[in-house]
Nanobody, 124 residues
Framework: QVILVESGGGLVQAGGSLRLSCAASGHTLSIYTMGWFRQAPGKEREFVAAIPWSGFSTNYADSVMGRFTISRENAKNTIYLQMNSLKPEDTAVYYC?????????????????WGQGTQVTVSS
């Protein structure tokens, strides 16, 4: 079993920044890839970014490319999502997720473990 706990959400004005964290515990050796997803009210959960536990390749949704940065700190079993130049359309619950796949597609179905989510609200 893997437990993922997100933190760092909150309310920020448009143009501002937030950094989300996700701490993983339990059988983390089973996870190849970590990702961030988000879900706005009335919308489907969508991919934001992904990073492997080892290696340097990262993957981003077009909507956040150049504004968000995903990173990891292996010694702490933690990943981060630095979000800059935030827009009101970034408002959503952000979820941390873990995949058993080395190259998961950017879809929730390819991720086995999920955190409880953290709310990010961007005011205009």
């Amino acid at each position: 079993q893997v437990i993922l706990v997100e933190s760092g959400g909150g309310l920020v004005q448009a143009g501002g920044s937030l950094r989300l964290s996700c701490a993983a515990s339990g059988h983390t050796l089973s996870i190849y890839t970590m990702g961030w997803f988000r879900q706005a009210p009335g919308k489907e959960r969508e991919f934001v970014a992904a990073i492997p536990w080892s290696g340097f390749s990262t993957n981003y949704a077009d909507s956040v490319m150049g504004r968000f940065t995903i990173s990891r700190e292996n010694a702490k079993n933690t990943i981060y999502l630095q979000m800059n130049s935030l827009k009101p359309e970034d408002t959503a619950v952000y979820y941390c997720a873990g995949s058993l796949l080395a190259t998961p597609k950017p879809t929730p179905a390819h991720y086995a473990y999920w955190g409880q989510g953290t709310q990010v609200t961007v005011s205009s």
